[in-house]
């Protein structure tokens, strides 16, 4: 039986090499939507609202809602998001060849999300009034799932929305998780579920995908996963499906039915698009890549982080930890107690879910409490060691 499996991990394998051997005619890099220009997010509206009227939206939204419990709460989380968020935007490129899927950097933004430029009239827009839109992107669009609404938004906290998860804390988890399922975990239960609880109205419900902010959503956590994998990670694919069978590379992807193993290189096969920036492939000094504070404070990022005493280096950025020439430094300048830092601001706690969120993805309760007790912690162990955020 062992041969038997081993043999079928082999085969797997070569599959995705073949699949991303056939390569990209076209590559489309997708960006920072605050990075764009006027000029080029008016384009990028043009496409979603032809595509709407064409009822895409409606088409999305519908795929979404059907596979809902196929694709949350277990590991084909990462790889369907991947493949669906391709199909979207592979379709955008029917109205404009170079249309890509922008992403926000919501790290960047999570102390004070509804004070984000995202949330708009420039961009996305911002709170519903009366729950519909009327300002951004989609106001006055009509959403025609799972019937015809104008699109819904309603923040968490009234005018204003809870605290995402920092920076830091995601960094942490990219450092600490080396298998799939552990990392789908402290992402799905922390930021993805966060940023959908935090805008309200469709983001809170099965069919999320109506509200464009959904994508830009996705494509971070996308993003962010192309960077965990860049870190040996670049085929680690294990956990199991809803039905508590075995996810493999060879494993069929819901509603698409493609192998989990052709999403895993970004650049091959279908995955014809790749992040600005690219990655980093030095985990003790990724900070900056999974979220780019504002330039005048760019190098507190990493500065700030290796000035925490090495007992929470150790804890909570193990592989910043290892490396002896920040340890050497550290020892020699600074007290084992409390860093050096003067720039920055205090951690806050991010809200926890709610418990209707838990119930309607079907989560593990304790794996939950577990995960919220863990980024208490966190919080709480940096703002005793004095730790700084320049975010």
Request: net charge neutral; proline share 5%; glycine share 8%.
């Amino acid at each position: 039986m062992k041969v038997f499996s081993i043999c079928g991990v082999v085969v797997a394998q070569l599959l995705v090499q073949l699949t991303n051997a056939q390569g990209c005619s076209t590559i489309v890099t997708r960006r920072d939507i605050m990075s764009l220009s006027q000029q080029e997010w008016n384009q990028i509206a043009y496409v979603l609202r032809r595509m709407n009227d064409d009822g895409w939206f409606r088409y999305f939204a519908d795929i979404h809602n059907y596979e809902f419990g196929n694709i949350h709460g277990n590991d084909h989380f990462f790889p369907w998001h991947r493949r669906y968020l391709r199909d979207f935007e592979e379709v955008g490129q029917r109205y404009d060849s170079n249309f890509a899927v922008p992403y926000w950097d919501e790290l960047r933004d999570s102390r004070n999300p509804a004070g984000s430029p995202v949330m708009s009239d420039l961009r996305i827009g911002g709170n519903g009034f009366g729950s519909c839109v009327r300002d951004g992107l989609q106001q006055g669009w009509t959403m025609a799932f799972p019937n015809p609404h104008c699109l819904n938004r309603l923040y968490d906290m009234g005018n204003q929305m809870h605290s995402w998860y920092s920076p830091e804390y995601i960094y942490s988890v990219m450092q600490r998780n080396n298998d799939m399922h552990g990392f789908r975990e402290n992402i799905e239960f922390t930021l993805h579920g966060s940023v959908h609880l935090g805008i309200g109205g469709d983001m809170s419900t099965p069919y999320s995908s109506n509200d464009f902010a959904f994508f830009l959503h996705h494509a971070n956590l996308d993003r962010l996963w192309d960077q965990w994998q860049s870190w040996g990670h670049a085929s680690t694919m294990d956990g199991r499906d809803r039905n508590g069978n075995p996810i493999g590379l060879g494993s069929a992807i819901p509603h698409y039915g493609d192998a989990v193993g052709s999403t895993m290189q970004l650049g091959s096969g279908r995955m014809c698009f790749r992040y600005a920036g690219g990655t980093n492939r030095r985990q003790n000094s990724a900070m900056r890549m999974v979220s780019q504070p504002l330039a005048s404070s760019a190098n507190d990022a990493e500065t700030n982080l290796a000035r925490l005493p090495p007992n929470l280096l150790q804890k909570w950025f193990p592989h910043v930890a290892h490396q002896s020439s920040l340890l050497d430094a550290a020892n020699s300048t600074r007290s084992s107690v409390a860093p050096a830092i003067t720039n920055g601001k205090k951690m806050v706690y991010p809200a926890p879910l709610t418990d209707a969120w838990v119930s309607m993805h079907r989560f593990d309760r304790e794996k939950v409490a577990k995960a919220m007790q863990e980024a208490r912690e966190f919080v709480e162990d940096l703002n005793d060691a004095k730790y700084l955020s320049p975010y």
